[in-house]
């Protein structure tokens, strides 16, 4: 799947099925969910390191500021994805990075 693509989902649910099929295509067979011994952690991360991307969901309580109550009710949101370029343990994103963006580009870059 390509970044663009990636980026479209940005903001749907976990149950979402272009979501689903966002993790299936890079061979992700488990789905999100919270760590039930730590309640005060409200995120999930899938990194993938031999493609060079990562992808992060939110509990959608505490991401949109609600009520604390509805913490851990609500669904996860794919909140974050990260493309990697230079990383220590994980190799480089081989795709093209959405909106015409490069690793090259700097903030001068227009």
Do not use: C
Not at 2 to 9: D, E, F, G, M, T
Not at 13 to 37: K, T
Not at 68 to 86: A, G
């Amino acid at each position: 799947m390509n970044s663009s693509r990636i980026v479209a989902l940005l903001g749907r649910p976990d149950s979402d099925g272009g979501v689903a099929a966002m993790l299936d295509a890079h061979g992700l067979r488990w789905r999100p969910e919270l760590d039930d011994e730590d309640r005060d952690k409200f995120t999930d991360w899938f990194a993938i390191a031999d493609q060079g991307i990562e992808f992060g969901f939110m509990d959608e309580a505490y991401l949109r500021a609600r009520d604390p109550s509805l913490r851990r009710r609500l669904p996860l949101i794919f909140h974050e994805v990260i493309f990697y370029d230079r990383h220590p343990r994980i190799r480089p994103y081989l795709g093209a990075l959405p909106y015409g963006l490069a690793f090259e580009n700097d903030r001068a870059t227009k």
